[in-house]
């Protein structure tokens, strides 16, 4: 990564960014390095490999992942190319958090009967077992110019414990990341200015506090502190989320970042930023319209660090956007007609006065359904949308209901999304048919018209109020039988059979069957 920022001539810049093995590669940890170049600095670093725990070394999560980088440099111009690569050519690394900051640092004239207590800038981090200690000041002697720095760090002021006195040079800037600190420790640097006098001046910095220990950000809320619940679904385009419990008890928070995802570990929708967080530091609003679609469940991520350079993630359970109703573009719904005899009902017949079973499905929306209305429109019948008791299954059965036999109902169905939103309704129809089976006026008319050809006629042998039938007619030599094989289904009143056997006795059976399933038998016969 190669990047060149605007800059003032002899401003001093912090750089920092947390820094991460690469994934995909096979290479072996223990010899991953990088290197970061700018004005004046070319600097290699190493990256943490040492597992967390042994229990499984493949696994990322296994590991001390983000390491955070801290150098600096004096620009020398309006602009300062910055380059951080991986050492090498098999193996990269992941970077994350890049900054470059100008620093502005008390600079301390050199005196050396004065005590100087803060002026060093001072960023302690720990990982595990591993630390790393990096320090920043500035002092100008106008009378003798300094010749060399030197420093130490240790567990008490002035101490070194961790590392004796080191010289420097004249350079103003110092890490070490081969440290073991212990947590709850305290870290001191101490910094020692020679002059070309021989004359030698002390700084100290304050305390920094080894904290092996993240934050701890708890439940992270969909939902403004106005929702006061946990938000699952949203109509509005502005995405919200808390996290009030977020708490560091050693170093304290220095700030969280949030982000937006697709899941709770993908960051793809909204990278991380400290934007539009509220002053509180605890919660964040931001209007999602154009780069999020509706239908969509968003995740909010949150990343809080302390100021020991630990940091600790967490994410919400996840809202869905939605604006529009329930889709039916692929909704159905119907009346469930059960046969009261071996013939299926046809043409949304049904026998039953006092019962519907309706099933539906199809409904779709994208924060889910939250449950299904019913409407029965017809004679005798209050229209009025009723919520089904809906136990999973998209099938209703209405009772004790009193329908009137020969008229038509209209039954409806609609959804409701899990925000109160309702699709439109899909509708089916279904026929109440008169009570009981039809009758029998009279008889069959049977008769030769001709050699081989029997005409059967059975008009106005039926009767019912409903005079909606269609007719089952066999023929065949022996009565209940169709021996002959001759089987017809007609709507038809009449029918000419030919190419018969005229010596023999025909026996003819004709059943008429209402739309509803129910029938009567009428039979006859014929003799040549």
Sequence with gaps: MSQTFTTVADQEYRISFFVNHDATTDVPRLTQEGLLTAPGLHQVFKLRNRQVSTADTTSTEQWDTWQKQIFYFTADGTASTVTVQSVGTKAGISLDNFKVEPVTYTTTTF?????YEGYIDLTAQTLSD????????SMVDPESPIVDYSWAIGTTRGGTQLQGFVPLGVRESAQNSNLFLKHGSYVHVTVVATNAAGLFAVLYSEPALVDLTPPVIGTVLDGSEQDSVDLEYQNSDVIC???SDVMDDESG??????ALGTSSHLANLMRFTTSYILEDGKSACIDSSGFIAHGARVYVIVRCHNHAGQSATASSDGVVLTSVPPS?????????IEPVTQYAPRNHYQYSPDKLHIAWGGFEDPSGISYYEYMVEGPDFISAWNEVSWTGEHTATLTDLQLVPGATYIVSVRSVNFLGMQSDS????????VQGRPSINR??????EEQGKMLINWEGVFGSS????????????VEGGSKAGLWYETRQTNMTVSSLDQTKEYHITVNAITNAGMYITVVGRLEG
């Design 111 to 115: 005196n050396p009967t004065a005590v």
């Design 241 to 243: 989320a808390r996290w």
């Design 426 to 433: 899909v509708s089916t129809e279904v026929n109440i048919a």
């Design 130 to 137: 591993w630390g790393s200690v990096s320090a920043k000041w």
């Design 253 to 258: 928070i220095n700030y969280c970042e949030w």
């Design 466 to 477: 409903n005079a909606d039938f269609y007719y089952e007619v066999s023929l065949g030599l």
């Design 328 to 336: 039916i573009e692929h909704a159905y719904v119907t009346v469930v």
């Design 443 to 448: 008889g069959l008319k049977l008769s030769w």
